[in-house]
């Protein structure tokens, strides 16, 4: 793999960026998703490379510079990697913890080595258990890997907490410290429902993070993407329900 | 009834998924009535059977034979009609669900009413083409009737080895059929109300006789509101609710409390349900129900925050809380140690001996059949989790 995408990338940036001028609104105010070498990994096969660390470190090469033009295009740069979480469950025959965690280590590693000349505050990363509308109930604990999602070079991380598999990790975070300066976005909610949660379920969600994490250092979020996942109509509905969940837990976090 | 006594029991709110010889059953409901409840005793017995092998301590008999036909009708009772559904005159109230009528929703309500509540391979729903009304006066001859469904469903329930004394019977109440049985006969809603409680009198007190613990459903309670066009304000909702409480408590009058549970919940469908009436504006008429147990929707996440309105209000003495603590509104499984959780909320706030584990709905037709044993699974082992933190 040879990475040629200056151009392509260039391109896809500038088209993006005429819609977001045309809408009126600022590029302070977006970020721009892509995804990380373990993501990729889920649907791109290796037929060439002899060790996966070849591998791995190709794809980190090739994302290198689509994320270095993304940031340096203004954006704030989300890299997408349910691969932390959900392909501990697709090993055929089954691998152990420990295992898994070695596998997901050089993956984040080679997710670092990608983001070697990017500041950490342009950078949030994104992982949850795949967005199917699936049981679920070999979804690996968040307790296996919350060491590793903070080792990503990236000041925001997002993570699925509002599906009912999920929903009880905040407990983690009371023994585990997120460190100084980050910023946490759980999913405050799911796309595994067509029911809207109400603000107030929101709210709590919210202010349960904040508590222990610090009213500044949480920015509400979905637990995946939407699209082909709910109707249309129930994604709206949802994030009209976060904005408005955000501003009842703001009243109560700001007086 | 049973009480969570030594450890947390586990319940359901009725509705399972189809038995295998399901496609029989529709087939024999016209012919033989031999042949019918022969299968219907085979279907229960496997019901049952399942039930027991997922650790469910409290039991139905799956409820896939009940049918609301003429024939339904014309073994219980005079008065009742199947007639053709008209554009204004529609096969039940649910088509004027406050949330269809929302610009934002229309395209959702546009697919939903194509495919159905669970797009099941296969499975094709027909929209009603006749609609229920009462034309005449409701006079109850449902005795042998009701005896005879009874007695088909304890043949199975004890080909199956269970006992008796683990299984509750669910009936409808006077206000969830209003929903699907249009008047068309009575002058004034207190009558029509009060002749639905006679025509389920007979019902709820043969279940009773027969040994079950009798379990009404009724979501109309909630789910009606919003419904009347022009809408009515609370207060006036609240009245109709307590006009049917009323009505529903007068059909009890010869049935023992605490062999009585009663189950309320929003409406099974998949739908977005931003505009379910919270619970804080009919708690208190909840509780009027003469009911030994409560059984509500309480995992969704439109109610699965309601436990904290029992922290203002008192569950009164000697009754039992029956919360769900696995929804049929999302197909991930809700892991053991949510349900856990969730069970130990309660029970912090009610006391130990006095919640069950519930369902929030019934499970048929509205979640695939794995996916409902896989939630009972699932709420058995919470119970058991929860229980060995609840007696150490």
Not at chain 1, 86 to 108: N, T, Y
Not at chain 2, 146 to 167: P, Q, R
Request: charged content about 25%.
């Amino acid at each position: 793999m040879e990475y040629r995408g200056q151009g392509a990338i260039k391109h896809e940036i500038e088209v993006v960026k005429a819609g977001i001028a045309a809408a009126g609104a600022d590029v302070d105010d977006c970020f721009f998703p892509i995804l990380g070498p373990g993501w990729l990994g889920h649907f791109l096969w290796n037929e060439f490379y002899t060790t996966e660390e070849e591998y791995v470190y190709a794809m980190a090469d090739f994302f290198k510079g689509d994320y270095e033009a993304v940031v340096d295009a203004g954006f704030i740069l989300q890299i997408d990697d349910p691969g932390l979480c959900d392909k501990f469950g697709l090993f055929d025959p089954p691998i152990s913890v420990e295992e898994f965690r070695k596998h997901a280590q050089l993956r984040i590693e080679a997710t670092n080595y990608a983001l070697s000349n990017i500041p950490e505050d342009k950078v949030r990363y994104h992982t949850c258990w795949g967005s199917w509308h699936t049981p679920h109930t070999t979804d690996i604990p968040l307790q296996h890997v919350i060491d590793l999602l903070l080792k990503v070079n990236a000041q925001a991380y997002s993570i699925e907490a509002a599906d009912v598999r999920h929903q009880l990790d905040w407990k983690l975070w009371e023994d585990v410290k997120l460190p100084d300066g980050k910023i946490f976005i759980p999913g405050v909610i799911a796309h595994k429902t067509t029911t809207i949660e109400p603000p107030e379920l929101v709210a709590d969600r919210i202010m349960t993070y904040a508590r222990i994490m610090g009213r500044e250092n949480i920015i509400a979020g979905t637990d995946c993407g939407y699209g082909n996942r709910v109707y249309p109509d129930i994604a709206w509905a949802k994030m009209r329900s976060m904005a408005e969940g955000a501003q009842i837990a703001s009243k109560q976090l700001w007086g | 009834m049973k009480r969570s006594t030594d450890r947390i029991l586990t319940t359901h709110a009725g509705r399972l998924p189809n038995p295998s010889n399901m496609e029989e059953i529709i087939a024999a409901r016209t012919g033989d009535q031999g042949k019918h409840d022969e299968l219907v005793r085979f279907g229960v017995t496997e019901m049952v059977s399942k039930q027991v092998e997922l650790k469910n301590d409290i039991h139905s008999d799956g409820e896939f034979w009940k049918t609301r036909d003429q024939r339904y009708y014309d073994g219980r009772t005079t008065g009742v009609e199947l007639i053709p559904v008209t554009v204004d005159k529609p096969a039940w109230i649910l088509t004027n669900q406050p949330e269809r009528c929302m610009p934002e929703f229309r395209e959702f309500f546009a697919v939903y009413d194509a495919i159905g509540n669970t797009p099941m391979p296969g499975v094709t729903f027909q929209p009603a083409t006749q609609r229920e009304a009462v034309t005449g006066p409701l006079e109850y001859l449902g005795q042998g009737t009701i005896k005879h469904e009874i007695e088909v469903v304890k043949a199975g329930i004890s080909a199956a080895g269970a006992d008796l004394e683990d299984f509750f019977f669910p009936v409808l109440s006077p206000g969830w059929l209003s929903h699907f049985l249009w008047n068309e006969y009575y002058q004034t809603e207190e009558e029509f109300f009060h002749a639905l409680a006679d025509f389920f009198k007979g019902e709820y007190e043969a279940v009773v006789e027969a040994g079950f613990v009798l379990q009404i459903d009724d979501p109309s309670m909630v789910t009606r509101y919003g419904f009347p066009n022009p809408p009515l304000s609370i207060e006036g909702y609240r009245k109709h609710v307590e006009m049917r409480v009323e009505a529903t408590n007068y059909a009890l009058t010869n049935v023992p409390e605490d062999q009585v549970r009663f189950h309320m919940c929003w409406g099974s469908q998949h739908s977005p349900h931003t505009t379910d009436l919270p619970l804080k504006n009919v708690i208190d008429l909840f509780l009027k129900v003469n009911a030994g147990a409560y059984s509500i929707e309480a995992a969704d996440v439109r109610h699965q925050l309601d436990w904290k309105l029992w922290e203002d209000v008192k569950l009164p003495d000697g009754k039992i809380f029956i919360p769900g603590v696995v929804a049929h509104k999302t197909t991930t499984i809700e892991p053991p140690e949510l349900v856990a959780d969730r069970i130990l909320t309660y029970a912090r706030i009610m006391g130990r001996e006095n919640v069950i584990a519930g369902t929030d709905c019934g499970y048929g037709n509205r979640v695939y059949p794995e996916i409902a044993w896989a939630k009972m699974r699932s709420m058995a082992e919470g119970a058991r989790i929860a229980s060995e933190q609840l007696w150490p």
